[in-house]
């Protein structure tokens, strides 16, 4: 056995040595060609680059372009459209295109690729959200009409999403493998869940990309760190728990996202519905939210939770565009905390660290998504950091299929991460509560919250939607910033290693889960 | 001799229809009875009306009642219609037989490394008992039996591709090259380390038995009347060792498909290779009827192929068996 041993240990050692010698050539050969290799995540390599069947929804799209788009700031603006006409009870857009817009293939874009577009996303009944949708039709080339069945005004999100595909390249079973869209990238070679290699659009209108060709990959957890520190790849997706690791020519870079982790407070008291448990006894009481609320130290979470990978929220992401800014407020203002309990007649009065109020201890379960290890833990440090106000929250990791199943019951940590404010109807709309197993876990049932949701969601232009939706969270009379129906903790910070010669520009914003969120601003990356 | 094989054979079928309708219906009650609601997965991060899940629901019959859904399937699979993957949304048949190419390249370059590697190391180990060869080989046997693959597979790839840089680190085909501009060479290159790793992990059981086989052989009265009759010890493990020994080994090789289809999804994994292996779970975790159904059936076809392989080569390698059928 230790002959064998002595002879790996050797092996191992020779290995090593001779490993010394390696060098970045590779990289510095890529800067000089203006190429990057990369690799975010499964999503970008998985083929179905069909925005007919939702490519786009889940991550920014670099082949296609739509009507609209999402500028930097999240903030829609007009893409392919010149005019926006919307009739008077919202169910008419009539929206004028660019002139002289080419797909990658050199052949021009017309209404009819529009309208071809939206049908074939319409009859594939898949993603796209066009339930609404009643007819689309061209008056002519550089024309198109929309004609819906109920006043929608997210639509406008669909024509942001939904890129313009060619009706003459389109085939339904292999255009998601050869896209040929309008926007700044095309594909020039693509191997399914391997490889995508991507080079600039010639004929985008907007402004060309500055690197002349990137190399997408998935490489796994597993041998990722080994491909960054043989310096193969140039922009790599890392776990958080990887993320501090030193590697050389290479530094951390983190991309804001907009996955926000809050707890759901219950807020009636806890009965009997249909034969199942809903609403909590303890957070039901308001003084115990707004405790907790202004109570907690959400740096000191972070840090415990998510190695710093976070940033303190008291609401949805800040970079939305339809966030009310006025639900921030300055936290860990422990004494006012314990002064809104002891008003509301929460007294530690036997001296074991927990509050009680008519015998009741101050004492409630969060459940922590089990195979999210992030939410688990923000739930465990959110539980150690509540223990100061006299709160006991027992932390308890659960799979998240019974998790939020029992919800209503008993709170669980979400990951709210939506670029739509339609999420925003089904987390606080009083209708939601229980809809869809997940829709409204805080029972949240207010009134005049309703009526602003109802007035978004009604809408005819967008103006009036974010407007509505700010009201809805807080019209300086009531809302959730002083019902509390969610215990908001942070939004996530996405860690990537990155290349130190190259320069990523102003990062976007986007969602945690898929790695490929750093692409948003790819056409503006450049070799230093 | 021939009519005992026809008849042993198609007795082997009807156990093979028996076998696969059985592994789809409890395949299809288990991801109908999972608590994963395949609309609710795939709409995961994205804001969609209502109306819009209902449109995708229905359309994808997810709100059908089960029976009325397997019932669907089955009639549909009879016709050679295999149906389609919700989650790739392509045809199954076409998803599977892309993903599963590579997969069985790397199967079968490993199975056969494993075993012709596995068989020579107990061989010799059983001839060399209790000399320092057999104790290497055989620490070397159960230190790999006791090794998981992913680690193994990480360590081959400290070792060899960051450090050494004789292999590449990852995927099937080198970064930045085109596909058609990819050589077979490139291709065995990249094979290579997830193949060396999978086949690393199967050895042991083989050199064990054929290890154990070889040390009764050796110790037999036939051999020890060969060697009295002055053959030298190759001519004797040749014409007395090999054909005996060869029974268990053959068996057990090819009895272990079903751990070399787990071993290449892990496998797969460290060494970001394409295959089926991430096609599964991802159908697994988004209640992708079809694909799963699919993907099911075609490894039971497999192992039960390989479990068929054996029972063939049995009869005709070991003759005490045709004599008693």
Redo the contacts between chains.
């Keep these: 056995m230790k002959k064998l041993l002595v002879f790996m240990l050797t092996l191992v050692c020779l290995a090593c040595l001779a490993g010394c010698g390696k060098s970045n050539d590779a990289s510095s050969e890529r800067m000089k060609n203006g190429e990057v290799v990369i690799s975010v995540g499964k999503y970008m390599i998985s083929g179905g680059y069909d925005p007919t069947l939702g490519w786009g929804m889940w991550g920014p799209d670099p082949f296609h372009s739509g009507l609209h788009r999402y500028n930097k700031d999240n903030k829609l603006e007009k893409d392919l459209a010149t005019d926006v006409a919307v009739s008077g009870d919202g169910l008419e857009y009539i929206i004028k295109i660019k002139k002289d817009v080419k797909f990658s293939d050199g052949k021009p874009l017309t209404a009819r690729d529009v309208v071809f577009t939206y049908q074939t996303a319409k009859d594939a009944k898949n993603a796209v959200d066009l339930a609404f949708l009643e007819s689309v039709q061209a008056i002519d080339d550089y024309t198109v009409k929309f004609t819906l069945n109920k006043a929608w005004a997210p639509f406008i999100e669909t024509t942001a999403t939904l890129g313009i595909v060619p009706e003459h390249a389109y085939k339904k079973d292999t255009y998601g493998d050869n896209p040929i869209g309008s926007g700044p990238w095309k594909v020039i070679s693509f191997q399914k869940e391997q490889q995508l290699i991507m080079v600039p659009n010639e004929n985008y209108y907007g402004e060309k990309p500055k690197l002349k060709k990137v190399t997408v990959l998935n490489i796994g957890e597993d041998a990722i760190l080994a491909a960054v520190k043989s310096g193969q790849v140039d922009v790599a997706f890392v776990n958080p728990e990887y993320a501090n690791a030193k590697v050389e020519g290479m530094k951390l870079t983190v991309m804001d996202s907009i996955d926000a982790f809050a707890v759901n407070l219950p807020m009636v008291a806890e009965h009997e519905e249909n034969g199942v448990l809903v609403g909590n006894n303890i957070t039901s009481d308001l003084a115990i939210r707004q405790a907790l609320n202004i109570g907690i130290n959400r740096e000191e979470i972070i840090k415990n939770a998510l190695n710093g990978f976070g940033e303190p929220t008291m609401n949805f992401s800040k970079d939305l565009d339809w966030t009310n800014e006025a639900l921030t407020e300055k936290d860990n203002r422990v004494e006012e905390a314990i002064q809104i309990l002891e008003n509301a007649g929460w007294i530690d009065s036997d001296g074991d660290g927990i509050r009680e109020k008519n015998g009741v201890k101050a004492t409630f379960t969060i459940t922590g998504r089990s195979n999210d290890l992030q939410r688990y833990n923000t739930a465990v440090a959110l539980a150690k950091n509540a223990e100061k106000l006299g709160i006991k929250i027992e932390a308890k990791s659960m799979a998240w299929s019974e998790a939020r199943k029992i919800a209503k019951n008993i709170p669980t940590m979400w990951a709210f991460g939506d670029f739509s404010p339609q999420a925003y109807y089904s987390y606080f709309h009083s209708s939601q509560i229980g809809k869809n197993v997940i829709n409204n876990p805080a029972m949240y049932n207010n009134p005049i919250v309703d009526e602003h949701i109802m007035a978004a969601m009604n809408a005819t232009d967008w103006n009036t939607v974010v407007a509505e939706f700010k009201l809805a969270q807080w019209d300086g009379q009531t809302g959730p910033k002083v019902d509390i129906p969610y215990l908001w903790i942070c939004t996530v910070k996405v860690p990537y290693l990155v290349n130190d010669k190259l320069d990523l520009g102003v990062l976007g914003v986007n969602e945690r889960g898929q790695g490929m969120g750093i692409v948003t601003n790819i056409d503006t990356w450049t070799w230093k | 001799m021939k009519n005992q094989l026809i008849t042993f054979i198609s007795k082997q079928c009807i156990r093979l229809v028996l076998l696969l309708i059985a592994i789809s219906m409890i395949s299809f009650a288990l991801l109908v009875m999972?608590?994963?609601?395949p609309i609710?997965a795939?709409?995961?991060?994205?804001?969609?009306?209502?109306?819009?899940?209902?449109?995708?629901s229905?359309?994808w019959q997810f709100d059908r009642p089960p029976v009325e859904r397997y019932w669907h399937w089955a009639t549909n699979m009879l016709s050679g219609n295999w149906g389609d993957s919700f989650v790739?949304?392509?045809p199954v048949l076409q998803v599977i037989s892309?993903?599963f190419t590579s997969t069985l390249l790397l199967m079968l370059v490993s199975w056969s490394l494993s075993g012709v590697v596995g068989f020579s190391l107990g061989v010799i180990s059983g001839i060399y008992q209790g000399k320092?060869l057999d104790r290497?080989i055989n620490?070397?046997a159960l230190?790999s039996v006791s090794t998981p693959v992913?680690w193994l597979?990480?360590l081959l790839?400290?070792?060899?591709?960051?450090?050494?840089?004789w292999f590449p680190?990852?995927?099937?085909?080198p970064?930045?090259?085109?596909?058609?501009d990819v050589t077979w060479l490139e291709r065995l290159h990249h094979l290579a380390l997830p193949a060396i790793t999978l086949s690393i992990t199967g050895v042991s059981a083989i050199v064990l038995h054929t290890r154990e086989k070889m040390i009764d052989c050796m110790n037999s009265n036939y051999m020890l009347f060969a060697k009295a009759r002055g053959e030298s010890l190759w001519v004797r493990v040749k014409r007395h060792g090999l054909r005996n020994v060869a029974i268990p080994a053959v068996t057990l090789h090819f009895a272990s498909f079903a751990e070399l289809f787990g071993g290449a999804v892990l496998a797969e994994?460290?060494?970001?290779y394409?295959g089926l292996g991430?096609a599964i779970t991802l159908a697994g975790l988004r209640g992708d009827v079809a694909l799963l159904l699919g993907a099911a059936i075609l490894s039971a076809i497999f192992v039960f192929l390989g479990n068929l392989i054996a029972n063939i080569l049995y009869i005709i390698i070991n003759p005490e068996v045709q004599g008693g059928r």
């Design positions: 999972s608590p994963i609601d609710d795939y709409f995961t991060g994205v804001a969609v009306s209502d109306e819009q899940k209902a449109i995708v229905a359309y790739y949304k392509a892309d993903k320092t290497c620490y070397f230190v992913f597979g990480i790839v400290m070792v060899f591709a960051v450090e050494l840089q680190i990852a995927l099937s085909t970064i930045g090259k085109s596909v058609e994994s460290v060494f970001s394409p991430s």
